[in-house]
């Protein structure tokens, strides 16, 4: 009997070894029709219905590792869009627990549980830079290219990696670190195997339904890491996610078009936009009214206001108050409203940002900006480069033998002759800005020559072009450096290859 007890007791053990042996076999990832679903439902943000499918998939398919890499974007969503300090405190535990479940029920063999995971340590690293957590997002940055640089030497052929991969190496080269930090964190790259890494995911089956994110980080490269903005736009209309009519796809149209000089093509990109849009994406509030503004449209100040008496994020506040401000100037001639804005821009938002820490920097200061050089900014941002030229050569003479006001002149009719293509005034401009020496700590002169370095990059004056991204480098403006520098340096980046 003790024996018969005996064997039991083992055979019970063995069972329910073998049973947790399966179990944890059984874990897997699958990308199947029910995750396209919640994907697609998530991205268009529908982010209640997503997250009932996932937790629908939770009790029908447990073991679909999947489930937690979906489930991890609507945490990525909710707190990189709508930025509240309650979501951030209250989420923040997901992550780990979503980490360990991977590792530790993942089959070793199975290349889909790096891409996973590391897909999640990117986007935490994303939302951490939101609240403004660096050196955990820079960790978390770390960890997933060493599991994706590690992954891929194991899974040669499993492109998908190169999706999250083809963000770092892109851009690696031009983010604000010591060379010392970054060769001490192992991180290397270049913007070329970005855009040959996201390249070779989209020639590809492999996308799956990541296919549209893809198109997504290509278009950004070319925008920012390439300065290509014209074939970003390019690349956009003809691309599947320029067909998507949700919020998000809406927004990536409008950053490119904004960024090419085409304000109308981004307004009517917004033209059908719904009150159940603004709710999903607020930001899009904010883009309306600043590309209204932009051609001095009164209607600018409607979407600019209901952008900071709903959002109840940390970004972009205190800029949207600084362009309420800068509406009551220039539609209005109202100086105390341009005050009584600028006073709610030092008092409310954040200034993590360069936008928010330039408007605050304005707010602060002792200065009202001038408001025809405001128009002609204005102007110039909504892609009216002609009107904006005739308005400041009416006024010319207001401007170019004050001492104060002359710089920011020079410099709007400068990019105002780049942008017709009359690069030997604009060229003539810049450098007059530079000459002077009491410009040099100024946004105006660092741009200049950034500038002046593009104009000759793209005359294939390789030579002149290093020149002057270097001597851009050499500046220290007092507002916008960062953003001047890390251009500067792509620019430096493009023409060695």
């Known amino acids: 009997m003790i024996y018969s007890a005996h064997i039991r007791q083992v055979l019970l053990c063995m069972t329910l070894l073998l049973s947790l042996q399966f179990g944890r076999a059984q874990a897997y990832f ?65 992550k780990k627990a979503r980490l360990q479940a991977i590792r530790s029920r993942s089959q070793s063999d ?16 994303l939302v951490r830079s939101k609240f403004d957590e ?3 997002s820079a960790r978390e940055l770390y960890q997933a290219y060493n599991l994706l640089e590690k992954a891929k030497q194991n899974h040669p052929d499993f492109l998908l990696y190169n999706k999250s991969l083809s963000i770092i190496h892109a851009l690696v080269e031009t983010i604000p670190l010591p060379a010392l930090f970054k060769n001490i964190m192992g991180i290397s790259g270049t913007i070329a195997q970005g855009v040959d890494e996201i390249n070779s995911v989209l020639a590809s089956e492999s996308a799956g339904l990541f296919f549209q994110e893809s198109e997504v980080i290509l278009a950004f490269i070319k925008l920012y890491q390439q300065n290509k903005p014209d074939e970003a736009w390019a690349y956009y209309m003809q691309s599947e996610v320029g067909q998507n009519p949700s919020p998000l796809a809406k927004f990536v149209g409008v950053k490119l078009a904004q960024r090419s000089g085409k ?48 959002f109840e994020g940390r970004h972009y506040i205190k800029e949207a108050y600084q362009k309420l401000g800068w509406s009551e100037l220039v539609l209005n001639d109202n100086v105390a409203g341009y005050k ?32 025809d050089l405001l128009i002609a900014r204005l102007l110039f941002d909504g892609g009216k480069y002609q009107e904006a030229a005739q308005h400041l050569v ?26 017709l293509y009359n690069y ?39 030579d002149l072009a290093r020149l002057y991204f270097e001597e851009c480098l050499s500046l220290n403006p007092d507002d916008y450096q960062n953003s001047l520098h890390q251009k500067a340096k792509s620019g430096l980046i493009r023409i060695k290859t």
């Open 394 to 419: 009416k006024k010319a003479h207001l401007f170019y033998y004050h001492d104060l006001l002359r710089a920011e002149y020079l410099y709007r009719m400068g990019r105002i002759a780049q942008k």
């Open 340 to 371: 009584t804005y600028m006073d709610k821009c030092i008092k409310l938002g954040h200034d993590l940002i360069d936008d928010d820490k330039q408007a605050l920097k304005e707010a602060n200061k002792d200065y009202i900006p001038h408001p």
């Open 263 to 310: 304000n109308t093509l981004a307004l009517e990109i917004m033209s059908d936009l719904t009150d159940v849009d603004y709710q999903k994406l607020p930001y899009l509030s904010f883009l309306q009214g600043l590309c209204r503004l932009r051609v001095l449209d009164p209607s600018a100040k409607e979407y600019l206001l209901h952008f900071v008496n709903t």
């Open 134 to 136: 660096l050196v955990t």
């Open 30 to 94: 699958d990308y199947d029709e029910a995750i396209n679903q919640a994907y697609q439902h998530i991205t268009a943000l529908n982010l209640d219905r997503g997250k009932a499918i996932l937790d629908s998939l939770t009790t029908a398919t447990p073991d679909n590792l999947a489930i937690l890499h979906m489930a991890n974007y609507v945490d990525f969503l909710t707190l990189f869009i709508y930025e509240r300090e309650s979501d951030f405190s209250r989420l923040k535990a997901n």
């Open 110 to 125: 199975d290349p889909f549980a790096a891409f996973a995971e590391a897909e999640i340590l990117l986007q935490w690293a």
């Open 424 to 462: 030997p005034d604009a060229l003539t401009y810049y450098k007059e800005i530079l000459s002077v020496e009491a410009y040099q700590s100024s946004f105006y002169a660092c741009n200049a020559a950034l500038q002046i370095g593009i104009i000759y990059e793209s005359q294939q004056q390789v």
